[in-house]
């Protein structure tokens, strides 16, 4: 497990573009019922400026249903922040870092193998509470322009805060098309009582909603583990949704706030 640099992260870059070719549907984005899919890209939303979202990383990995890919968080040298459910099999998991287009080989790119992937003890997939994994490199990521960490919230966010999100994922709300170049989407957060009103069985004090109740806009398959930044703060995680884009039904997010201490413990002991 090692960092794939120069002409090796060239061959890479190649081969998982032909691999996202053939599992351009696999994006991680299970489903709940039919109701409740997990969520990874971004419905009308903007091509970030190049450079501007440097914590935000590419997970390509396996898992017993095939090939896979998810967002997630850089947070320290060491470490990434994503969704439980992006959890592939050992020693599949590629962390593609300083990445904006996924076609193109910029000079940018870092890919790190993951050494580690530790869910949260209590995840429950049937209702995506506690959808938290931490991801440990196999080396430490090299700080520069295009990869550095994004900080940890020191507080909760509060209702009608303006955050970005940002992936990769699908475009459209019929049929599929992947994002290539990274996409991001200005959005607030929405109450609590609308959230729970929006999901009444599945909504738990670990969750929080972003994105707009008229629907139009929002995340969508393919950018699962991605980040929401409220103030230059990580206080997101993609996790799920009703479809992508519908109106009444905004994304869910993992409430990072509420794991500050299990974080900081898990990276102490590992």
Same mark, same amino acid.
């Given at each position: 497990?090692?960092?794939?640099?120069?002409?090796?992260?060239?061959?890479?870059?190649?081969?998982?573009?032909?691999?996202?070719?053939?599992?351009?549907?696999?994006? /991680?984005?299970?489903?709940?019922?039919?109701?409740?899919?997990?969520?990874?890209?971004?419905?009308?939303?903007?091509?970030?400026?190049?450079?501007?979202?440097?914590?935000?990383?590419?997970?390509?990995?396996?898992?017993?249903?095939?090939?896979?890919?998810?967002?997630?968080?850089?947070?320290?040298?060491?470490?990434?922040?994503?969704? /439980?459910? !992006?959890?592939?099999?050992?020693?599949?998991?590629?962390?593609?870092?300083?990445?904006?287009?996924?076609?193109?080989?910029?000079?940018?790119?870092?890919?790190?193998?993951?050494?580690?992937?530790?869910?949260?003890?209590?995840?429950?997939?049937?209702?995506?509470? *506690?959808?938290?994994?931490?991801?440990?490199?196999?080396?430490?990521?090299?700080?520069?322009?295009?990869?550095?960490?994004?900080?940890?919230?020191?507080? !909760?966010?509060?209702?009608?805060?303006?955050?970005?999100?940002?992936?990769?994922?699908?475009?459209?709300?019929?049929?599929?098309?992947?994002?290539?170049?990274?996409? !991001?989407? *200005?959005?607030?957060?929405?109450?609590?009582?609308?959230? =729970?009103? /929006?999901?009444?069985?599945?909504?738990?004090?670990?969750?929080?909603?972003?994105?707009?109740?008229?629907?139009?806009?929002?995340?969508? =398959?393919?950018?699962?583990?991605?980040?929401?930044?409220?103030?230059?703060?990580?206080?997101?995680?993609?996790?799920?949704?009703?479809? !992508? /884009?519908?109106?009444?039904?905004?994304?869910?997010?993992?409430?990072?706030?509420?794991?500050?201490?299990?974080?900081?413990?898990?990276?102490? *002991?590992?």
């Amino acid at each position: 497990m090692y960092n794939l640099g120069d002409t090796s992260s060239l061959k890479m870059k190649l081969f998982l573009l032909l691999v996202l070719a053939a599992w351009h549907q696999a994006a /991680a984005y299970p489903t709940k019922v039919e109701k409740v899919e997990n969520v990874n890209d971004i419905i009308n939303g903007y091509s970030c400026a190049y450079g501007s979202i440097p914590w935000q990383v590419f997970l390509t990995y396996k898992t017993d249903k095939g090939d896979h890919f998810c967002g997630g968080s850089l947070i320290n040298q060491w470490w990434i922040l994503s969704a /439980a459910h !992006c959890q592939g099999i050992p020693g599949t998991m590629v962390v593609r870092l300083g990445e904006h287009i996924l076609s193109a080989n910029e000079g940018t790119e870092q890919f790190i193998y993951a050494a580690k992937q530790i869910r949260h003890p209590n995840y429950n997939p049937q209702v995506f509470d *506690n959808d938290i994994m931490l991801i440990k490199l196999a080396q430490a990521a090299q700080y520069n322009q295009y990869v550095y960490p994004i900080p940890l919230p020191s507080s !909760c966010v509060a209702t009608g805060t303006w955050c970005t999100v940002s992936g990769w994922g699908n475009m459209v709300t019929n049929g599929v098309v992947n994002a290539n170049a990274l996409q !991001c989407l *200005n959005q607030p957060i929405i109450s609590t009582a609308d959230c =729970q009103h /929006a999901y009444p069985y599945d909504y738990t004090n670990n969750m929080m909603c972003s994105g707009f109740m008229q629907g139009g806009q929002s995340t969508c =398959q393919g950018d699962s583990g991605g980040p929401l930044v409220c103030n230059r703060q990580l206080q997101g995680i993609v996790s799920w949704a009703y479809k !992508c /884009a519908l109106k009444g039904y905004p994304t869910v997010y993992t409430k990072v706030c509420n794991y500050n201490a299990w974080i900081n413990q898990i990276m102490s *002991n590992n």
